[in-house]
């Protein structure tokens, strides 16, 4: 097939009709994607169209998923460069097409170099409106929230890109079946108070109101990353935490130690096995004090904490941390949902939750918010 003559480039600003899916400083000069499932979005009535990413890492490659008209048609890994990739071509020009190209991956903090930039599109046809959803979800959580295991095989163990999937995981899917826009804030390994490896500093309510706060870098500081987040510009209706796995494996891993400082952490077990009421109580602290500060910052918000797909050991603390942040407060748009446990069968790669646990979830998750927002 012959070169397409037809096709015009476009700098994001100048489309009129697009949407902008996760948290960004809100310039279009350059898009930084930086959170799992954040992406762009259009509906395009033409039969080619391609885009211009850059890519960028120190050691874990960026990847996205294409999908047009809800499916996913294409998943790639993303080498480092400046380049155009093709979203489709030779497609019916009179139809229209909506088309969505998504990060796969987490945000990674582990890696300072890893960035993913959309520049600008080359179209041989016209951009139509794309129809606002009529509800928004914040989703908050670790691996499971960023799609761990979603790919590949259950033998697979390297922690790898590759593993993670933004589309097959329960956020997408209870999105999609409430008919509703969302954004994810996620972090392997990261808990509410502690990591999994007992550092406090790698919870996610320290990070909660920056644009992606828990990156690194100076690469990352001049995309926007460490800008304080506009929370007027996006209000969820519903906010969904999926935090307290990794603050359950604290207990059972050793010792923090910061070499540099000499500053260390435990979540400790008492001698029956049982959890050290000191550091269960310190827990659920932090559970009322995200609470606290997710209202402050999405006043209308139901918010559901959720929990369950690997064990549910922590989930009696989240129930006395829920339970006493709404006697204390009297907010009562906030609750808790036990989601479907992980099986032999809808197991996944790296011992986390597959694609048939997180369809699962989202079933019954969407169910329940679907009741919340009647």
Request: charged share 25%.
């Amino acid at each position: 097939m012959k070169a397409n003559d037809n096709l015009r480039t476009y700098a994001l600003t100048d489309i009129a009709h697009m949407k902008v899916h996760g948290r960004t400083n809100g310039g279009l000069s350059l898009l930084p994607l930086f959170w799992t499932g954040s992406g762009v979005e259009f509906n395009a009535k033409g039969s080619e169209l391609w885009i211009e990413i850059e890519a960028d890492y120190d050691r874990y490659e960026p990847w996205i998923v294409i999908l047009i008209n809800s499916v996913p048609v294409s998943r790639q890994m993303l080498t480092a460069g400046r380049y155009w990739v093709c979203l489709f071509r030779g497609m019916n020009p009179d139809e229209v097409k909506n088309v969505r190209v998504v990060r796969e991956l987490q945000a990674m903090s582990a890696d300072p170099g890893n960035s993913l930039l959309i520049h600008a599109l080359k179209f041989d046809g016209e951009f139509a409106p794309i129809a606002d959803k009529p509800y928004k979800i914040e989703f908050i959580g670790d691996s499971i929230t960023s799609g761990e295991g979603t790919v590949g095989a259950k033998a697979e163990e390297d922690w790898i890109p590759m593993w993670f999937g933004a589309v097959r995981n329960y956020t997408y899917l209870t999105a999609e079946a409430v008919g509703a826009e969302y954004r994810v804030l996620s972090q392997s390994g990261w808990g509410v108070l502690t990591s999994w490896d007992n550092n406090p500093r790698n919870n996610l309510p320290d990070y909660y109101e920056k644009v992606c706060g828990l990156l690194t870098g100076d690469k990352n500081a001049a995309l926007g990353a460490f800008d304080d987040y506009d929370f007027g510009s996006w209000q969820p209706d519903v906010v969904v935490v999926n935090l307290g796995t990794n603050d359950g494996s604290a207990f059972q891993t050793p010792e923090w130690k910061d070499e540099a400082t000499g500053e260390s952490h435990k979540q400790r077990l008492n001698e029956d096995g049982s959890y050290h009421e000191e550091d269960l109580k310190a827990f659920e602290t932090a559970v009322r004090r995200f609470l606290a500060k997710i209202r402050k910052y999405n006043p209308n918000a139901r918010i559901v904490w959720v929990y369950g797909m690997l064990g549910i050991p922590m989930m009696p603390a989240i129930y006395r941390a829920v339970d006493e942040y709404k006697r204390m407060t009297g907010d009562g748009n906030v609750s808790v949902f036990q989601l479907p446990n992980t099986t032999a069968e809808t197991m996944g790669s790296r011992t986390h939750p597959g694609v048939l646990a997180h369809e699962k979830a989202a079933e019954e998750l969407a169910r329940y918010i679907q009741e919340l927002l009647r």
